[in-house]
Structures are given as structure tokens and as C-alpha cells.
């Protein structure tokens, strides 16, 4: 059974920093890409951040600069290390897996964690 358990949300102040997890099971981690999405009230799901298995990295422009993504193997764990934070960061942060094999994709999602922005 796959899961994918995300942590780390919560209300935090304008300029302020979080750092959100996404723990994975039942997948083969290492060789996964794993992305950070977020879906802000009134707003389609957007892709915030993503890693490959190679480690390559690539950001939505409106983090660029702000947010880190990083993954450890040996943890099946992908973070998401949130600096200068803004109130239009506010949303809910989903971690997706995707595997590519040939012709299939595999995809997983993770139930979601708040993240508020707020003075």
C-alpha cells in the first residue's frame, strides 16, 4: 500500500520560514520524482516544486529564489524547505510521487498539509 504522509504545515507570519515533510512507503522512492503542488481557496493546483530520481530540480517562477526542495533517500523523505514566506503562499501543499515506465505512469498523492500565511 502506497502512502505518502506529509508534516510541517502551519501558521506562520509573513517573512517567516517553514519546512514541510513528505514521508513515502510502498514505493520504490529513490527512482520516483517527487513534486510539491498547492492548491490556494479559489485556485487550481499548481506545481510548486519537483526533484528527480537524478536529483534535478525545477521551481514555479513565484518561488524561485524563496523555496528549496531536497530529498533523502535513505528516508524515502522529500522536503520543502519555505523561506520569505508570503501571504499568497497560503494553501494546501500536497506531495505527489510519479514514476515513468515506458508507455505507464505511476502517480501517488499525499492527503495535504495547511499552510497559512498570516500576520
Known amino acids: 500500500q502506497v502512502q505518502l504522509v506529509e508534516s510541517g504545515g502551519g501558521l506562520v507570519q509573513p517573512g517567516g520560514s517553514l519546512r514541510l515533510s513528505c514521508a513515502a512507503s510502498?514505493?520504490?522512492?529513490?527512482?520516483?520524482?517527487m513534486g510539491w503542488y498547492r492548491r490556494a481557496p479559489g485556485k487550481e493546483r499548481e506545481l510548486v516544486a519537483a526533484?528527480?530520481?537524478?536529483?534535478?530540480?525545477n521551481y514555479a517562477d513565484s518561488v524561485k529564489g524563496r523555496f528549496a526542495i531536497s530529498r533523502d533517500n535513505a528516508k524515502n523523505t522529500v522536503y520543502l524547505q519555505m523561506n520569505s514566506l508570503k501571504p499568497e503562499d497560503t494553501a494546501v501543499y500536497y506531495c505527489?510521487?510519479?514514476?515513468?515506465?515506458?508507455?505507464?505512469?505511476?502517480?501517488?498523492w499525499g492527503q495535504g498539509t495547511q499552510v497559512t500565511v498570516s500576520s
Open positions: 510502498g514505493i520504490i522512492f529513490n527512482i520516483n520524482t
Open positions: 505527489k510521487s510519479t514514476l515513468i515506465r515506458g508507455t505507464l505512469t505511476e502517480h501517488y
Open positions: 526533484i528527480t530520481g537524478g536529483y534535478t530540480t
